[in-house]
């Protein structure tokens, strides 16, 4: 059997309003067992329910063996992420953030 990799976009925010779909996409999305594609690149704003969402996600798929791989955060979710207090791995993140810097220099 074949695994592609599905994407979830957040999008330019996520906020509790539209955590019904967003949490039906991300049950689908476990389901199929598939690897993840997380876009937060464009995320401007994400309040504390949608961050939590996303991080419960983030938490099942690793229990599941679902691989997951970040976009290069926003600076708003990065600044989201320090706020809550949770902490997400994100290894990929961490190389593609330290590229950019380097590319800048």
């Not at 876009?39 to 961050?51: E, M, Y």
């Not at 939590?52 to 599941?64: C, E, P, R, V």
């Not at 590229?99 to 800048?104: G, N, W």
């Amino acid at each position: 059997m074949m695994h592609t990799t599905a994407t979830l976009d957040c999008g330019l925010q996520l906020t509790i309003t539209q955590l019904e779909p967003w949490y039906l996409q991300c049950l689908k999305l476990l389901l199929a067992g598939d690897s993840v594609f997380i876009d937060v690149s464009r995320l401007q704003k994400i309040d504390t329910a949608a961050l939590q969402l996303l991080y419960q996600f983030h938490q099942q798929a690793q229990h599941d063996g679902i691989q997951i791989v970040w976009s290069v955060m926003s600076e708003s979710f990065q600044d989201a992420i320090s706020l809550s207090g949770l902490a997400f791995t994100m290894e990929n993140q961490q190389a593609s953030i330290e590229l950019d810097a380097t590319e800048k220099n």
